[in-house]
């Protein structure tokens, strides 16, 4: 068992930026696949960012590369998403999870999820 708490959501402007946090406790952390996905209202939970157990395999959605970018430091049992250049279509309530291999973008493949952090972007 993992949980995952996530934390550093807010309002932003257009163009603003934003850095998301998730704690893990439980297990060891750096066993686990982790992702970033975010549901905005009236939306299917969609994929953002994914980053390996050493961080040797990052993808993210082609909507946010070049602006939103995903670490973990093992050490601190924690993965973030920097989020930059944010637009009205990033407005999402994101969670973090938790998955062991194989890597997936799937929601429905991670076994642990964080409760959610609201960011909301303005235009």
């Known amino acids: 068992q993992v949980q995952l708490v996530e934390s550093g959501g807010g309002l932003v402007q257009a163009g603003g930026s934003l850095r998301l946090s998730c704690v893990a406790s439980?297990?060891?952390?750096?066993?686990?696949?982790m992702g970033w996905f975010r549901q905005a209202p009236g939306k299917e939970r969609e994929f953002v960012a994914f980053?390996?157990?050493?961080?040797?395999?990052?993808v993210n959605r082609d909507s946010v590369k070049g602006r939103f970018i995903i670490s973990r430091d093992n050490a601190k049992n924690t993965v973030y998403l920097q989020m930059n250049t944010l637009t009205p279509e990033d407005t999402a309530v994101y969670s973090c999870?938790?998955?062991?291999?194989?890597?997936?973008?799937?929601?429905?493949?991670?076994?642990?999820w964080g409760q959610g952090t609201q960011v909301t972007v303005s235009s």
């Open positions: 439980g297990r060891t952390f750096s066993s686990y696949l």
């Open positions: 999870a938790a998955d062991a291999p194989p890597y997936s973008e799937s929601y429905l493949n991670y076994d642990f």
């Open positions: 980053i390996g157990r050493n961080a040797g395999n990052i």
